[in-house]
């Protein structure tokens, strides 16, 4: 993957994440459905806003890995995009606290680094 094929899937994916996610959270009832509809999208919009940034920044400042690469940028953004999609969960919930949001970070970040790993052998 390039960076220009990685900003044009990213581009109208992030559109059609936030319509989607505007769409369900003005124009339909709230409902259980309606908030299991809106978290994929939600990661899915999250995620597509910010791997272009994520990439841009990792290839200016020679990040290991993440600047040659757009679709490391990717798998990072996916990781801030289930996070955010897990902490709106959890607060719709009612269970979300700062130690259960800094619990995910350290999880996926954990997962983060296995992944590199595995992939280093």
């Known amino acids: 993957m390039t960076g220009r094929v990685l900003w044009a899937i990213s581009l109208p994916a992030a559109v059609l994440g936030w319509a989607g996610v505007v769409i369900l959270t003005w124009a339909v ?55 955010v999609a897990a902490c709106v969960g959890l607060r719709l919930a009612g269970v979300l606290d700062g130690v259960i949001a800094l619990a995910l970070v350290v999880v996926l970040s954990l997962i983060e680094m296995f992944l590199r790993q595995v992939a280093r052998r």
């Open 29 to 83: 009832p709230p409902t259980p459905l309606a908030y299991a509809a809106v978290l994929p999208l939600l990661a899915l919009a999250v995620t597509m806003t910010l791997a272009p940034p994520v990439w841009t920044v990792a290839s200016r400042y020679h990040w290991a890995g993440v600047g040659e690469r757009p679709a490391l940028a990717l798998r990072v953004a996916t990781w801030v995009g289930l996070w």
